[in-house]
């Protein structure tokens, strides 16, 4: 796929393993530039930081990757997370010096045309509610806004809530972890539960002897489901670290974001969940991912 802009054509392909030092350089200034200008501060710490997710994800086989180059020369690259039903974007990234001249918008119809070969019920983003051009092409692209989603961030409170004890999970608990995604949500998100499984990062909460809630970590890259509130607060306290810049917790849970800022977590910035295809409102307490 190609279009020109200006006198130089950009080509769409497939990322690649050697992809990741240009992609990751452009991913960590795509975002600081963008935050820096908005006041807000930057999704990765350094330049490593982003080279290290992007050369992650460029790798995982469950993630598809597009790139963009001009002259033969990368200026941005975009991602489809493809481990579940429901189809995740990002991050979506375009070099500071080649943005507004459409690069963006064909990157995301390169990963939407992935999605609709592929099948998938749905895709979904969060997108920073601060960035309004983005939320114009994705509305443009035919992604509905669904709600805002709160980025929280503080010190790990690293607690134990009485009654609701929580464990790490073990392959034996996925089909009830999976089960009260279903009930949640109406999928399952069983290819990044198992990946959580794998890396040590998944957790339960138990009440009564069952499990009430799990979660992938308590992070920007990874989600919880849970039937409470309660539950919820009982994987969030437990946490010995926030992955990334902190978690998201939709703004509608106002008792769960009111328990969050009492413990001291502060509001970093509001993101905005927007989704083509299939969407269940959904039916009990959850913490979504960046991707959705």
Request: hydrophobic share 40%.
């Amino acid at each position: 796929m190609s279009t020109a802009t200006g006198t130089a054509e950009v080509t769409i392909r497939t990322g690649r393993r050697d992809d990741a030092d240009a992609c990751g350089r452009i991913c960590y200034q795509a975002f600081a530039t963008l935050a820096e200008r908005h006041g807000f501060p930057p999704d990765f710490p350094s330049p490593e930081v982003a080279t290290g997710v992007v050369g992650a994800l460029l790798v995982h086989p469950g993630f598809h990757a597009v790139v963009a180059e001009q002259d033969g020369r990368i200026v941005g690259s975009n991602f489809l997370d493809e481990r579940g039903p429901i189809a995740g974007v990002g991050p979506i990234t375009v070099d500071a010096a080649c943005q507004d001249a459409g690069i963006g918008r064909r990157l995301m119809l390169a990963v939407l045309e992935r999605a609709r070969e592929r099948d998938f019920a749905g895709v979904r983003l969060l997108q920073a509610a601060y960035h309004n051009r983005s939320l114009g092409l994705y509305s443009t692209l035919g992604f509905q806004v669904r709600e805002p989603v709160l980025n929280l961030d503080g010190a790990p409170l690293g607690e134990r809530l009485p009654g609701y004890p929580v464990r790490a999970a073990t392959d034996a608990d996925s089909d009830a972890c999976n089960r009260l995604c279903e009930a949640v949500h109406g999928h399952d998100r069983a290819g990044e539960l198992t990946d959580a499984l794998a890396q040590d990062t998944a957790r339960v909460v138990e009440r009564h002897g069952r499990i009430s809630g799990y979660t992938t970590g308590i992070g920007f890259f990874s989600h919880a489901v849970a039937e409470t509130n309660d539950d919820l607060q009982a994987l969030i306290a437990d946490a010995a670290e926030f992955t990334g810049p902190g978690f998201l917790v939709p703004a509608r849970n106002s008792a769960l974001v009111g328990w969050c800022l009492r413990h001291g977590f502060r509001l970093r910035m509001v993101t905005t969940l927007m989704t083509i295809g299939l969407y269940n409102e959904p039916q009990g307490a959850y913490l979504p991912s960046i991707l959705y």
